[in-house]
């Protein structure tokens, strides 16, 4: 066992000798012809637990449970009965945080401060947060000007908000703990019940956190978790004709086969897609805050980060002095387990991964690129990739132009001060997650925010992240918001209701 050499909680060593299903209507049953799939530690490449992945027939039986406890128990509850078992939800996960983090580090690989901050932090304020909802989805009256029947007659017109229906969520691997909570937040809060598919890379803090969901006291069918091949369980969710609406994040590629997945019944679909965030410094930024901002906006967790600010662009007056604080921050940077506590750069997903992010280095390369930082694979075992700075790049470089997802930053010299033309580069780009302004001058911060397309432009900062604050994306970076008030839109529809009175 990949385990054996980290001193693990006994819980979580409890829960990985148990067997791994699948949760329907509250119980964990045996898959329906599925697949079995290996759990690998991505710090040392070896495998540390299997799970049964969901077939087509599991699909099908964790729908039928989310369509029938819609109209069940919970359907009776009070808003404020369903905020409660969110907020108990958290409690268990404040109560069981070391496990949380310990499964999270072991199964992604990223570092314990990162698990902490996501899934022990971040995770249980979301369903808190989203908890303070439940009592204030709130419809509209409406002052109508053509009473329905009668004219001269007098009419009241009211809205409910009502929960969507069955939410079949997917999520990724890169950050399973966190995901999980953004998916079950919004969609309890407003009544729905769900089926989530998690990432079988990436399953064991999702049923960790399963389990935890029954003994909050959800009724059954309200939360199904299934894991699965994509292609498989995944898109029979995505067809499955007795979803009301899908809610997905991860790649843009995949997002468009959901699009056309979800054609048959006409389902709601919010994506959370992919980016390549801009981080422009102006010349006169505070060059060592700036400095200090840009590495964590690249290799926060070692750049498998949807909002990484993957293009840095430097204006040429401090191009120099700020590639040398740069390549000297990057280079100290530590790559190693997530359970060394000076490691900053864990290891990457999978093999696969590894071996697509250095293809991004060697095309990088052999397009003129100049890997200043970096640049190869690294550890005798796992996965890792040593961060990496490609310096003079250009507009069509590949590295430029496409998610690496991975710890690779590709730089950028500018020469102008025209608000438009900078931004235009900033934009030349299908995504518009996220994007920085790095700059000491109030105007420029904002006339350049203005003319940036993407979903959160953050000011000497980066992809700043708050339960309040919408999160999404613009152009081939998704539909829709998540966070906030917003957040709760794609869960509820709208009816009108007109009385004559
Ligand atoms: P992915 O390959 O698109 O997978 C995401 C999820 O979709 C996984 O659960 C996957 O299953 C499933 N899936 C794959 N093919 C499917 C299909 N045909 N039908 C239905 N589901 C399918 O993405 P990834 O590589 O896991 O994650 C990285 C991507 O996610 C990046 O592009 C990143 O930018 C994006 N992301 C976006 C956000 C955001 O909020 N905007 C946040 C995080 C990540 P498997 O378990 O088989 O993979
Ligand atoms: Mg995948």
Request: proline share 6%.
């Amino acid at each position: 066992m990949a385990a054996a050499s980290i001193h693990l909680n006994a819980g979580t060593k409890r829960f990985l000798d148990e067997p791994h299903r699948l949760l329907i209507n509250n119980e964990w049953v045996a898959t329906d012809g599925g697949d079995t799939i290996a759990v690998n530690d991505p710090a040392t490449g070896l495998q540390i637990a299997e799970h049964e992945g969901a077939s087509e027939a599991d699909v099908d039986r964790a729908v039928a449970a989310a369509r029938a406890a819609l109209t069940g128990p919970w359907s009776k509850l009070s808003p404020a009965d369903r905020g409660k078992l969110l907020w108990k939800l958290a409690d268990l996960m404040d109560q069981n945080a070391a496990t949380i983090c310990e499964l999270e580090v072991l199964n992604n690989g990223m570092p314990m401060i990162a698990a902490q901050l996501g899934s022990t932090v971040f995770a249980p304020d979301y369903l808190r947060y989203c908890a303070g909802w439940a009592t204030k989805i709130l419809g509209d009256t409406i002052p109508t000007s053509r009473p329905p029947m009668d004219p001269d007659g007098e009419s009241l017109v009211y809205t409910l908000k009502e929960p969507i229906g069955v939410v079949g969520a997917i999520i990724p691997w890169n950050h399973p703990g966190s995901m999980m909570a953004l998916k079950l937040g919004p969609a309890l809060a407003t009544g729905c019940t769900l089926v989530l598919k998690v990432a079988e890379l990436t399953p064991l803090t999702n049923f960790f956190m399963a389990r935890l969901a029954v003994e909050a006291g959800f009724p059954p069918g309200v939360i199904n978790v299934i894991s699965g091949y994509g292609e498989r369980a995944g898109a029979a969710l995505a067809n499955h004709p007795d979803v009301d609406k899908i809610a997905f994040t991860g790649s843009t590629a995949v997002g468009k086969e959901i699009i056309k997945a979800s054609a048959g019944n006409l389902k709601r679909v919010s994506l959370e897609l992919g980016g390549k965030s801009p981080v422009v410094v102006m010349p006169d930024a505070n060059i060592d805050k700036a400095v200090a901002g840009a590495i964590p906006a690249a290799f926060f967790l070692s750049g498998q980060n949807c909002m990484a600010g993957t293009r840095l662009f430097l204006h040429a007056r401090i191009h120099d002095e700020f590639i040398d604080k740069l390549s000297a921050g990057v280079g100290m940077l530590k790559v190693g387990s997530g359970f060394d506590p000076e490691a900053f750069i864990g290891p990457l997903i999978s093999e696969r991964q590894r071996q697509r992010v250095l293809g991004y280095i060697d095309a990088a390369r052999a397009e003129g690129a100049d890997i200043i930082v970096g640049g190869q694979a690294t550890g005798e075992r796992g996965y890792f990739v040593q961060p990496t700075v490609a310096a003079n790049t250009t507009r069509d470089m590949q590295v430029v132009r496409e998610e690496v997802f991975g710890p690779v930053l590709s730089v950028r010299r500018f020469e102008t001060e025209d608000l438009d033309a900078i931004a235009a580069e900033a934009n030349d780009t299908i995504y518009g997650l996220s994007g920085s302004v790095w700059t000491q001058n109030i105007s420029t911060a904002h006339r350049l925010v203005k003319r940036i397309d993407a979903g959160q432009v953050s000011i000497n900062c980066h992809a700043a992240i708050d339960p309040a604050t919408p999160f999404g994306g613009n152009k081939q970076s998704g539909w829709g918001r998540e966070f906030g008030k917003e957040g709760l839109q794609p869960y509820l529809k709208t009816k009108a209701v007109s009385i004559m009175l």
